[in-house]
Nanobody, 128 residues
Framework: QVQLVESGGGLVQAGGSLRLSCTSS????????MGWFRQAPGKEREFVTG????????YYTDSAKGRFTISRDNMKKTVYLQMNSLKPEDTAVYYCATAKAPFVVVVADPDSYDRAHWGQGTQVTVSS
């Protein structure tokens, strides 16, 4: 059973930056693509970005493109989300997710990720 622990959220002014972390345990982290999702109040959880098991392939939704950067450190079993130029509409609880199967290539498909098991998430609040 994979356990995911997100951290790094907080309150930041519009235009500011945050770096989120997600540490995984319980499975061979380096074999699995990882993704970040977020859920704003009153809205459904949405896919934000994904990274392949090797880190060589990344994907960003339009909302994240140009402002967010996903990366990973397989030795530390951690995936990161660097968020710059934050906007109030980025306010949400951010969650990471692991791929359903190892060596997933299509990191852009939110259905590739195991959305049945989540960590506690980390709150990001962007003030205007």
């Amino acid at each position: 059973q994979v356990q995911l622990v997100e951290s790094g959220g907080g309150l930041v002014q519009a235009g500011g930056s945050l770096r989120l972390s997600c540490t995984s345990s319980g499975r061979t982290f380096s074999s699995y693509a990882m993704g970040w999702f977020r859920q704003a109040p009153g809205k459904e959880r949405e896919f934000v970005t994904g990274i392949s098991w090797s880190g060589s392939t990344t994907y960003y939704t339009d909302s994240a493109k140009g402002r967010f950067t996903i990366s990973r450190d397989n030795m530390k079993k951690t995936v990161y989300l660097q968020m710059n130029s934050l906007k109030p509409e980025d306010t949400a609880v951010y969650y990471c997710a692991t791929a359903k199967a190892p060596f997933v290539v299509v990191v852009a498909d939110p259905d590739s990720y195991d959305r049945a098991h989540w960590g506690q998430g980390t709150q990001v609040t962007v003030s205007s």
